[in-house]
């Protein structure tokens, strides 16, 4: 799959780190959007950004400066791309995209997701996960494609972060996803203002799980109608 990379220096990710994870609805490089962005990373000043639906272009990095970027595209136009984005203060290692073998009913588009490491001071390393979950598919779609991360995910040990849009809105999908965090090791993260993360009958699309670091504190921040889904800011302690 087709990957987009700008690099720029950093430092180790400090033992106390935040991030910002959002599906910004291929919002980004408009006024309200880019205006709310600069309030939150100035708020939140988060080390890792993980964007779901970002816009890919001439201008993406624009909206990062001092960040490392690295996306996987899941939408190739002929000026502009679309997928999941992960914008590092700290280096970016070892970088891996996947495109989901199965393609949505209807609109025919494939999802993807980024899985990059980041070096913390004593030179061992977070795993991030970026996901924006397959959807109008049927469940077994769902955790078809799933599986395919927690397998590779079964291979790597010590911090780990899974986030973003799983599309988690029926009682099957949500009942793999517990699953799949728990052979995985991982912990949901509580937040405050949760009523804040966007829903579909009932059920929560987006999610945090973290393993071997320490949450801190983790809320839903209502940005308006700036996009169709809510950031999630968090901070952790390794």
């Given amino acids: 799959?087709?990957?987009?990379?700008?690099?720029?220096?950093?430092?180790?990710?400090p033992y106390t780190f935040s991030l910002l994870s959002w599906n910004v609805h291929k919002e980004m490089g408009r006024s309200p959007f880019d205006?709310?962005?600069?309030?939150l990373l100035a708020t939140g000043s988060p080390e890792l950004i993980l964007f779901q639906e970002a816009v890919l272009d001439a201008h993406t990095s624009d909206?990062?400066?001092?960040?490392?970027?690295?996306?996987?595209?899941?939408?190739?136009?002929?000026?502009?791309?679309?997928?999941?984005?992960?914008a590092a203060r700290c280096p970016i290692h070892d970088t891996v995209g996947l495109k989901t073998n199965r393609r949505e009913m209807h609109i025919a588009t494939r999802k993807s997701m980024l899985i990059t490491t980041h070096p913390f001071e004593d030179g061992s390393e977070l795993t991030a996960v970026n996901l924006h979950a397959i959807n109008f598919v049927s469940a077994a779609v769902f955790v078809e494609e799933i599986e395919r991360l927690r397998v590779a995910l079964l291979q790597r040990t010590g911090a780990l972060i899974v986030t973003g849009d799983f599309n988690t809105w029926s009682r099957?999908?949500?009942e793999y996803l517990e699953h799949f965090a728990a052979a995985v090791g991982l912990l949901?993260?509580?937040?405050?203002n949760g009523h804040h993360i966007k829903q579909r009958f009932s059920k929560p699309l987006d999610h945090l799980y973290y393993r071997?670091?320490?949450?801190?504190?983790?809320?839903?921040?209502?940005?308006?109608?700036?996009s169709d889904h809510n950031p999630i800011l968090a901070t952790f302690k390794r």
């Fill in 1 to 13: 799959m087709r990957h987009y990379r700008s690099e720029a220096a950093g430092s180790p990710l």
């Fill in 35 to 39: 205006k709310t962005l600069q309030s």
């Fill in 63 to 86: 909206h990062f400066p001092g960040y490392n970027v690295s996306a996987a595209i899941n939408i190739d136009l002929r000026h502009r791309q679309y997928g999941v984005l992960t």
């Fill in 172 to 174: 099957k999908r949500m």
């Fill in 188 to 192: 949901p993260a509580a937040y405050l």
């Fill in 212 to 226: 071997d670091v320490t949450l801190l504190a983790a809320e839903a921040v209502d940005t308006g109608r700036v």
